[in-house]
């Protein structure tokens, strides 16, 4: 795979975090940042894919029924 070079800035309070846990978990800051940055990008990705399928259901129409809506309503308000 081939890598590329990001420079960021940290508040000192988050780079003491990841300084610490870096020697905790015998990781490079580097490698924990890259995780933590590849599992943000693909929980935002998941989290926008979601929306914009939610969106293309809405303008087809594609809702549940009012009775459904009564049901799941009845379910949790009491």
């Known amino acids: 795979m081939a ?4 420079t960021l800035r940290l508040p000192e309070e ?3 975090k990841l ?8 990781r ?6 890259e995780e933590a940055i590849a599992r943000y ?3 935002e990705a998941w989290q926008i ?7 293309q259901e809405a303008d087809s129409g594609d ?7 009564a049901q799941l309503l009845k379910k949790y308000a009491g």
């Open 41 to 43: 990008v693909d929980l």
């Open 49 to 55: 894919g979601e929306i914009e399928q939610a969106i």
């Open 3 to 6: 890598t590329a070079v990001l």
């Open 28 to 33: 490079s800051r580097s490698f924990l940042a």
């Open 63 to 69: 809702f549940a029924p009012p009775s459904d809506l």
């Open 19 to 26: 300084d610490k846990l870096a020697q905790a978990t015998h």
């Open 14 to 16: 988050i780079k003491a």
